[in-house]
């Protein structure tokens, strides 16, 4: 009944195996990917013809995280799984990127790629199992895809490149200082195609190394699939790429000259509104059967595309008159917004991105519930892309995949550098409004993150910037790599290359590539370019910094203490009533864990000194010869019963009260005095001893010797 067929190999520590033939046998392509014990199922199907008037490649890429898989339920009231996760959305960027270029140019028919996790040991990432599951089913598949790809990811610890590390080494990279990377790169036999990463400052050429690492490291997956195909893949499908070239020609002729005036130039709005007006010209010249053509918006983009890059190429000289390697003008602004606890306005060129720093306490935390557990995350950063910002009209408020990738990639670059949780006991949520872009508002959100939150009192360890690289590839001898690249250069170019950093070296990069992958030596000089970029941006935003920022009024204050982990049940009290009574007392919020660390936090200085003297007073001893506030509780015949410590009591002796007799305790004191009293030691019994008579009663401070002396006589 099956024709089942699996192919396996000894990757790294784990076996990898593909296997097709059994399940999902309608797609066009379906392998199970397996690596360890996590399985990923991938399945691909594609039209078979193109949508009339279709001018674009409809890839879409699904990535699902089953709850069964790691043996869960979800939560929620529905108890299924819902709209995607952080996570989910990611991983089909991350396979989308890689495999998207590698379809024949011209294929326009619909694609769906759909992966879904079906097995999880809680050790190995899916993610590079549904890319690789991926590839193989489009291998499988018949349809024009020039690959295969193969995928890894790459720790670095003590100076040695680690193949698929676990997930529990790579799951907080700020609380593992032994690693110091998390790389995920993509590619083909002879080329990198895609590159993801966060890292902690390693330089340009530990990066490299780790993306030739991990391109090494996969061409044993490749082979594997090739293996699998060689016996399973169905016949190419036949498809030629449309020969649209007399459209072209006609395009050219009737508006190459109004086209290269256009993208003459400078400004993004002129220059806009021009290309409308040359493509304007453009069909006025055409005919009925040309304007019908559903190749008509493919010819203009061969146009454009050819008019910018051959410029760039040829004479160095770009778009806007900047040379390959200059950044446009920068302006960095903080301390915007007067109640906001810490903003920026950064400014490159034509993209503008207005960032917000919000402080809070360990309420508010990020609470993530995924495969492999769920935990809190304290540094949170959103990305905001409004229509206005290019100047358009369009669907407002929706959190789409771009804005989710391009927050994630600022969340990388910014992390590393944030303090350790013991050391700034805050949540950090940093919320980036891109109010103009013209090429790379990700790496705007990364300059203008880093200000916002040195301008919210956030001690980082260094300041960030970031910078995106463009490609122009004409052939292995003219190329051309671009500093800051423009919206039409990313859109027209081979290459986004995304780099982010300190002065010491790289916390993320980003590459997506358009053509069929580019050398490590293109990489390496992309990487050189992109450092000079960064040392420059971070030169241009330390001019906003002009002295400490002050912490705001608005934010909260928290306050951090220790308690022995013995001492929680107490501070907690029966049913949480102890806390509950701290909290409502003194004003303040108490957060504790179970490791004994408590935070308190308040903007008011009194409440969380309130606070911090109550849990102290519960999880403290009081100590031998130390002199407390007490109020009596209790006069019998022989003394008074003092509460002195929280909630403990001890006895002042009718001896102890005055440096006189005494009839009755009562002749000086009364329950609900306030008195002040020595810890003078404990009896055989463990009972405390107090005394009055050796503390001024007024001052508090111990009576000296020779005034004991003076009394006696």
Not at 287 to 310: F, V
Not at 421 to 427: C, G, L, R, V
Not at 509 to 533: N, R, S
Request: proline letters at 4%.
């Amino acid at each position: 009944m099956f024709n089942e067929t699996k192919k396996s190999i000894e990757w790294g520590e784990e076996t990898l195996s593909l296997e097709t033939g059994k399940v999902a046998r309608q797609a066009d392509g379906t392998v199970i990917a397996t690596l360890g014990e996590t399985s990923v199922m991938a399945n691909v199907t594609f039209a078979k013809a193109q949508k009339p008037g279709q001018d674009f490649f409809p890839l879409t890429v699904h990535y699902n995280e089953k709850y069964y898989a790691a043996g869960k339920i979800p939560g929620g009231f529905f108890k299924r799984e819902a709209r995607p996760t952080e996570k989910e959305t990611l991983t089909s960027r991350l396979i989308d990127r890689p495999i998207r270029p590698l379809f024949v140019e011209g294929f326009k028919n619909e694609v769906l790629v759909i992966c879904t996790v079906l097995s999880h040991d809680l050790v190995n990432d899916p993610d590079v199992v549904a890319m690789i599951a991926a590839s193989a089913a489009l291998t499988l598949s018949g349809a024009p895809f020039m690959g295969p790809i193969g995928a890894a990811r790459v720790g670095f610890e003590d100076g040695e490149y680690i193949l698929n590390p676990t997930i529990d080494d790579m799951q907080d990279l700020r609380n593992n200082p032994d690693q110091r990377l998390d790389l995920v790169v993509a590619g083909t036999k002879d080329a990198v195609m895609m590159v993801e990463s966060e890292a902690y400052e390693l330089s340009e050429a530990e990066m490299l190394g780790a993306v030739k690492f991990a391109h090494e490291s996969f061409q044993p997956v490749i082979d594997l699939i090739i293996d699998l195909a060689e016996d399973t893949a169905k016949e190419p499908f036949d498809f030629a790429a449309p020969d649209y070239s007399e459209l072209s020609a006609a395009v050219k002729a009737a508006g190459e000259d109004a086209m290269r005036a256009a993208f003459a130039n400078t400004d993004k709005q002129e220059r806009v509104a021009a290309v409308a007006a040359a493509r304007t010209t453009i069909t006025d010249a055409l005919t009925d059967e040309q304007l019908a053509d559903e190749n008509l918006g493919s010819a203009m983009k061969k146009l454009e595309s050819s008019i910018l890059r051959g410029d760039v190429v040829k004479t160095g000289k770009r778009i806007d008159g900047r040379d390959t390697t200059t950044v446009r003008p920068i302006v960095s602004e903080t301390g915007l917004l007067p109640r906001t606890h810490g903003s920026a306005l950064f400014t490159r060129g034509e993209t503008q991105g207005l960032v917000v720093t919000t402080l809070g306490t360990g309420d508010d935390e990020q609470m993530i519930d995924a495969l492999h557990g769920t935990y809190k995350s304290n540094f949170m950063l959103h990305y905001n892309f409004p229509p206005y910002s290019v100047g358009e009209v369009g669907r407002f408020g929706f959190t789409g995949r771009r804005e989710i990738g391009h927050g994630k990639l600022a969340w990388r670059a910014l992390q590393a550098v944030l303090p350790a949780a013991t050391d700034f006991p805050y949540t950090v949520r940093v919320v980036s409004e891109i109010t103009e872009s013209n090429g790379s508002s990700s790496m705007a959100s990364v300059c203008g993150g880093s200000l916002s939150m040195m301008d919210a009192g956030v001690p980082l360890k260094a300041p960030v910037a970031g910078i995106a690289m463009g490609l122009i590839l004409e052939d292995a001898d003219n190329y051309a790599i671009l500093t800051d690249i423009l919206g039409d250069e990313d859109h027209l170019g081979d290459m986004d290359f995304k780099v982010a950093g300190t002065e010491n070296g790289i916390t993320s990069l980003q590459m997506d590539i358009k053509i069929a992958g580019i050398t490590p030596e293109i990489m390496e000089k992309a990487l050189a370019q992109a450092k000079d970029a960064r040392v420059h941006i971070l030169g241009e935003m330390g001019k906003a910094l002009t002295g400490a920022s002050e912490f705001s009024v608005h934010a909260p204050r928290i306050e951090t203490m220790q308690v022995p982990t013995d001492k929680i049940r107490e501070v907690i009290g029966s049913g949480g009533k102890v806390i509950r009574e701290i909290v409502e007392v003194s004003g303040a919020k108490v957060d504790i864990n179970d490791d004994g660390v408590i935070k308190i936090a308040s903007p008011n200085g009194e409440a969380i000194k309130k606070a911090y003297d109550m849990i102290h007073s519960i999880v403290a001893e009081p100590e031998e010869g130390q002199v407390y506030d007490g109020k009596v509780v209790k006069i019998v015949d022989f003394g008074a019963f003092v509460n002195f410590f929280g909630k403990r009591d001890g006895l002042v002796h009718v001896s102890q009260i005055e440096n006189r007799r005494l009839n009755h305790p009562s002749d000086v004191l009364k329950e609900g005095q306030d008195v002040k009293v020595k810890l003078l030691g404990f009896d055989d019994r463990g009972k405390v001893r107090l005394s009055m008579k050796v503390v001024d009663q007024e001052t508090g401070e111990e009576v000296v010797a020779e005034k004991k002396e003076k009394n006696e006589d």
